[in-house]
């Protein structure tokens, strides 16, 4: 491994380590009784490319700050002597529900919880609140910004990666398929199109980045293209008689494969 490359492998943890202990001693000096929390934010946020570590902060501050406005909400209905069981159901369903709309929403139902733990009144349930979005307005902070400012990684570099790999995958399937080895081609399949996924996710995150879209989204097509023929190319070779049939399909799976290798090269 050259020193370029175990840099590259290193600078993820450390710099989600940096995050969190600098959000831990901030929340600490500001006094916020719980710096864990902002701690944790830290580790959640702080992703390998900037573009994501910034979705995720935003999708935190959200979920979170949906999460403890139902609370205080619920909150306010104890002074109706509203049962605790009926009422914890009640905010929990509506936060869950939040969440099921939005993936990243999903710390909607937790904030909830914690802020509906506080003392049974509505001021304390606001005072948690707020002592809730601070800590993890901190965290998310320290981990968009050491995501942005310490090794940041590159959009563009990372989906080069996985279209590498997963052209190697689906290349490696068709050999399988072709020496008769089906278990293996179904095992390397499954990793070639978990590297779909992976770019997928790559190229969402990359909105929030200066990073080339239109260069990205190529990528992803080519990619979407060889999967499907090749998938195609397998249906044929297993359930069809037509050996010509499936020799055309590997033929198409092999040229977009090849096209897919001359839009990395010319990256």
Partial sequence: MTPREA???AAPPLRAAIAAVAAYAVSGLLGLPAGH??????????RPLPGAASRAGADRMAG?????????GGALLRAWQVPE????????????????????????????????SAAPDGHGALAAALLRLAEISIGAAFG???AWGLWPGRSEAAARRLCRAA????SAVLDAAEAGEWERGRDLAARARAQNWRLARVIDGARWERADKAALGRLRDALARLS????????????????AAAAH?????????????????AA
């Fill in 144 to 146: 968009v910004a050491a």
């Fill in 7 to 9: 840099l590259s492998a």
């Fill in 64 to 72: 979170t700050l949906i999460g403890a406005a139902l609370a205080c």
């Fill in 167 to 170: 052209l190697e995958q689906w």
């Fill in 228 to 243: 499907v023929s090749t998938g195609f190319a397998l249906r044929l070779m297993r359930e069809t008689a037509s050996e």
């Fill in 37 to 46: 929390w902002a701690a944790l934010s830290a580790l959640i946020v702080c």
């Fill in 85 to 116: 069981v009926p009422l914890l159901a009640l905010v929990l369903a509506a936060a869950a529900g939040v969440a099921a709309v939005k993936e990243g929403w999903r710390t909607a139902p937790i904030a909830a919880v914690i802020v509906l």
């Fill in 249 to 265: 399909a590997r033929a198409v799976a092999r040229r977009d494969g090849a096209a897919l290798a001359r839009l990395l090269e």
